[in-house]
Structure formats: C-alpha cells, structure tokens
C-alpha cells in the first residue's frame, strides 16, 4: 500500500505527525512541571515549531506539484503562506 502514496505526501504526513507528537508531549511537560512559568515557556517554544513545520509541509507538497503548478500560482501560495505566518505572529 505505501508504494502507492506519493512519496510527498508519505514526507508530509510523516511531518505532521511529528508535530502533533511534540505537542503532546509539550502538554505533557506542561502538566509534570505543574508551574504556569515554565508551562508558558514550553508553549513559547511551540510557536516556534508550528511555522517551521507548516512552511517545511508546503514546501515538500510544492516540490511534489512543481511540474503541475505555474511559477505565477507559486507566488501566490508562497504569499498566502507568508501572509498566514504574519497573521499569527502579529497581533
């Protein structure tokens, strides 16, 4: 069955569920610390890893449709994503 998944989706979904592992375990760590200090700084460090996670995820799935997808929508997909990180960050 795995020779039929395309091999960016297999690396996309494989990155995704690294991410939801360190979310748990950061729930995890949170709760074992039992001290709203430290817990806040665990979910700081998750900011980090959801946009790196979110723009490596976007870049394997656009490798895999570079030879399907126009140089014009690239732009806009890497605009969106951008536009999405600045969203997020900002605020």
Known sequence: ???LLEKAVIGMALLRILSGSIEIFAAFLMIKFND???ALIVNSSLALIGPTILIITTMIGLVGLA???AFGKFVWIFL??????YGVKSG
């Not at 969106?80 to 990180?85: E, N």
């Open 80 to 85: 969106g994503v951008a536009y999405i990180i």
């Open 36 to 38: 709203i200090e430290k």
């Open 1 to 3: 069955m795995i020779s």
């Open 67 to 69: 030879d399907k997808i």
